[in-house]
T-cell receptor, first 109, second 112 residues
Framework: GQNIDQPTEMTATEGAIVQINCTYQTSGFNGLFWYQQHAGEAPTFLSY??LDGLEEKGRFSSFLSRSKGYSYLLLKELQMKDSASYLC??????????WGAGTKLIIKP | SQTIHQWPATLVQPVGSPLSLECTVE??????LYWYRQAAGRGLQLLFY??????ISSEVPQNLSASRPQDRQFILSSKKLLLSDSGFYLCAWSVTEFNEQFFGPGTRLTVL
């Protein structure tokens, strides 16, 4: 079967750095996405990785290792508005997205 | 710019009643369209996707159906709702299957 694993919940302090991990086992791989979802709202696109390495976009960076079936999302200089769920999704060989259950990130002052 | 609309925002329906949720996209032509359901603590579950008018692919057998009567309109329906149909329903669009998906605001459905 296809599986995406993420921690259920993480807590971090305002101004700090947090790393959210995602491991996957899917039938084929055609890219990995990270989305942010505030409570009660729709997911919004953050980043996309298809090749190994680090993609940086402002305070957010995403890393991919295809050989290890592993990705992480790195958030720097945390702000209270970063409190949200972060969803990892992998596009499989049929170009469909397989979604993780999401990681709820709690930011404390 | 592109915009995606969904309505209603919230809905409370009795078991056995019908359902119709509507999604429309503005600012693009021939988008790929998707219906997802998100249950609490679970990943998004793809219900239906469409690559063109009248073309619907179903991912999960259930009592739901979808239709695409116009290029930028996607409708999710049911003849008789079940308790298990409760959840957060999200419509999304993408330029092609190779691109990121953009989500509408969602409909929170409660079946009592």
């Amino acid at each position: 079967g296809q599986n995406i694993d993420q921690p259920t919940e993480m807590t971090a302090t305002e101004g700090a750095i947090v790393q959210i991990n995602c491991t996957y086992q899917t039938s084929g791989f055609n890219g990995l996405f990270w989305y942010q979802q505030h409570a009660g709202e729709a997911p919004t696109f953050l980043s996309y990785n298809v090749l190994d390495g680090l993609e940086e976009k402002g305070r957010f960076s995403s890393f991919l290792s295809r050989s290890k079936g592993y990705s992480y999302l790195l958030l720097k200089e945390l702000q209270m508005k970063d409190s949200a769920s972060y969803l990892c999704a992998v596009r499989d060989s049929n170009y469909q997205l397989i979604w993780g259950a999401g990681t709820k990130l709690i930011i404390k002052p | 710019s592109q915009t995606i609309h969904q309505w209603p925002a919230t809905l409370v329906q009795p078991v056995g009643s019908p359902l119709s949720l509507e999604c429309t996209v503005e600012g693009t032509s021939n988008p790929n369209l998707y219906w997802y359901r998100q249950a609490a603590g679970r990943g998004l579950q793809l219900l239906f996707y469409s690559v063109g008018i009248g073309q619907i692919s179903s991912e999960v057998p259930q009592n739901l159906s979808a239709s695409r009567p116009q290029d930028r309109q996607f409708i999710l329906s049911s003849k008789k709702l079940l308790l298990s149909d409760s959840g957060f329903y999200l419509c999304a669009w993408s330029v092609t299957e190779f691109n990121e998906q953009f989500f509408g605001p969602g409909t929170r459905l409660t079946v009592l």
